[in-house]
């Protein structure tokens, strides 16, 4: 997919409780009208309180949060069943990989956020909202909802605490970037981080320096971290250089809610 043609869907502040909350009641076995309902009860006094219409904003954050979790292509099921396990097997402070993972791989426009964040990070130590903003229109147009969105995805950064403000309004530091303990849960995230991309391989070295994972210090990975692994592959090109493959490319990117 090229970049003018992804759709930006991300377009609501998502607060990480809800995130927590919509994986948890998949993993209890819900129906989807059930996860729907809780989430409607969820957040009724939390988003547009007394709101009445039909596609308000509580209904598009409702959206986002059953795509990431809920109502995922076929294909990504096996993706999102082993996050899922993440979350029940793995301590409460590495919930927070298991939800960036997901949420870039279903919706790309978060990564490509997180991607333009991290490589001015790494340039100047600060990332601009009015940067983030113009590099993201020289490769999706100019659209007011391109602006719009990246508002919110920062704002949302902000409230996962991957990003910190500064005396200057609308310019953004990094929080100290948190470190993976579990193998497994790494190895779960270069995928996402590939799907995002749109990629099907990339350097097994660069996979885990990619500025998309700023907020996370993934540790060092080797060939037998993907030993068995069943969707993705480690090759080795011209003898010197391991590659990371993803077997299966994702779906198109869903349209905005």
């Known amino acids: 997919m090229s970049a003018r043609s992804l759709q930006v869907g991300f377009s609501q502040r998502v607060q990480l409780p809800w995130l927590e909350r919509t994986a948890v009641l998949q993993m209890a076995g819900l129906p989807k009208e059930g996860i729907e309902a809780a989430l409607q009860e969820l957040l009724r006094s939390m988003v547009s309180v007394g709101g009445q219409a039909t596609r308000g904003n509580r209904e598009k954050v409702i959206t986002i949060l059953m795509r990431t ?20 097997h793995t301590p409460q402070d ?13 919706y790309p426009f978060w990564g490509m956020v997180a ?9 100047q130590r600060t990332a601009a909202a009015t940067q983030v903003q113009r590099r993201l229109r020289e490769q999706l147009g100019e659209r007011e909802t391109v602006a719009r969105a990246a508002r919110r995805v920062l704002r949302t950064f902000v409230d996962w605490g991957v990003l910190a403000e500064t005396h200057e309004k609308g ?87």
């Open 69 to 88: 979790w809920v109502t995922i292509p076929g294909e990504l099921e096996s993706f999102r069943d082993e996050g899922l396990s993440h979350v029940a």
């Open 94 to 106: 590495q919930h927070m990989a298991v939800h960036w993972g997901m949420v870039m791989t279903i």
């Open 115 to 123: 991607e333009t964040v991290g490589r001015l990070l790494r340039l």
């Open 171 to 257: 310019v953004y530091t990094a929080a100290t970037p948190r470190p993976l303990a579990n193998q497994d849960l790494a190895v779960w995230l270069l995928e996402a981080a590939l799907r995002a991309a749109d990629t099907t391989a990339v350097s097994l070295k660069a996979a885990g320096q990619t500025p998309a994972l700023f907020p996370f210090a993934v540790m060092p990975l080797t060939v037998r971290a993907f030993a068995g692994h069943p969707r993705l592959d480690v090759t080795r090109q011209g003898g010197t250089e391991d590659l990371l493959v993803l077997r299966y490319m994702r779906i198109p990117n869903p349209v905005a809610p």
